[in-house]
């Protein structure tokens, strides 16, 4: 897959709650991502905007995040 800007490769995921899909994920492989998540118990980490930081943050407020098919 492509990267950003030509660098590192591109993963998609999907953010899920209760269930639902509520946004979605690209990044590159252990660094920089670009999220879009639309729901109110979504608190966004802000910068560095990376995989890990969100990792974190959606996995404390009960989110889920899986490969994006």
């Known amino acids: 897959m492509c990267g950003f800007g030509g660098y590192g490769y591109r ?6 709650k209760d269930g639902q899909r509520v946004g979605s994920v690209e990044a590159e ?7 879009t998540i639309d729901h109110p118990d979504f608190v966004d980490p802000g ?6 930081r969100l990792d ?9 995040i899986m490969p994006d098919d």
């Open 47 to 52: 910068e560095p905007r990376t995989i890990e």
């Open 29 to 35: 492989y252990h660094g920089r991502a670009a999220w």
């Open 11 to 16: 993963y998609r995921y999907q953010i899920t």
């Open 56 to 64: 974190d943050a959606l996995y404390a407020a009960g989110f889920e």
